[in-house]
């Protein structure tokens, strides 16, 4: 079955870690994108990516990174300069202007 | 710039009743819209879309939208709520430039 995996479905972190989530897809999307969720929120874009080797900062990159060297994956690397990292972290991939799928989530919590 | 907004943060019906969920949009060219369900905990699920045609678009779970150019809404109807309706519904709306636009979500209360 084609969809988007993330892992792992919950995660701890300590203070001045930095931890990285997995997310996967097999629906040959070329767009991937990643956003944050806190409580009550709607959904905010840390980074998303149109193409393989290229991605590009949402509205709120700082203390993330991401990498996209193969199509399937988007792994984004929640580092210690994320002073409040505590969140749902969705992931999402897409075709150009097509409906984004969505991940069933990461749920970070800072230890 | 773009935008979409769900005037609603919160609804509560009664079970049986029928629901309107409202989104507005801001963009200059042709939209494409979705509205999403996301249910505690999990990943957003995909109702229905609008890319072109017939402005009444139907989806799952018994839902439908109407596309109203001149008011620039894509609002969300199902004639009858079901309990298991309960969940947060986010409206989107998709640029030339693949540049997707979430409102901030409304939050929906099925009332036995």
């Known amino acids: 079955d084609g969809g988007i995996t993330q892992s792992p479905k919950y995660l701890f972190r300590k203070e001045g870690q930095n931890v990285t989530l997995s997310c996967e897809q097999n629906l040959n999307h070329d767009a991937m994108y990643w956003y944050r969720q806190d409580p009550g929120q709607g959904l905010r874009l840390i980074y998303y990516?149109?193409?393989?080797?290229?991605?590009q900062k949402g509205d709120i990159a700082e203390g993330y990174s991401v990498s996209r060297e193969k199509k399937e994956s988007f792994p984004l690397t929640v580092t210690s300069a994320q002073k409040n990292p505590t969140a749902f972290y969705l992931c999402?991939?897409?075709?150009?202007?097509?409906?984004?799928?969505f991940g069933p989530g990461t749920r970070l919590t800072v230890l | 710039a773009q935008s979409v907004t769900q005037p609603d943060i919160h609804i509560t019906v009664s079970e049986g009743a029928s629901l309107e969920l409202r989104c507005n949009y801001s963009?200059?060219?042709?939209?494409?819209l979705f509205w999403y369900v996301q249910s505690p905990g999990q990943g957003l699920q995909l109702l229905l879309k609008?890319?072109?045609?017939?402005?009444l678009v139907q989806g799952i779970k018994g839902f439908e939208a109407e596309f109203k150019r001149s008011q620039s809404s894509f609002n969300l109807r199902k004639p009858s709520v079901h309990w298991s309706d309960a969940a947060e519904y986010f409206c989107a709306v998709v640029t030339t430039g693949n540049q997707f636009y979430f409102g901030t979500g409304t939050s929906l209360t099925v009332i036995p």
């Open positions: 609008y890319f072109s045609g017939d402005t």
């Open positions: 999402a991939s897409s075709f150009t202007r097509g409906e984004q799928f």
């Open positions: 963009y200059g060219a042709t939209p494409y």
């Open positions: 990516s149109q193409i393989v080797n290229d991605f």
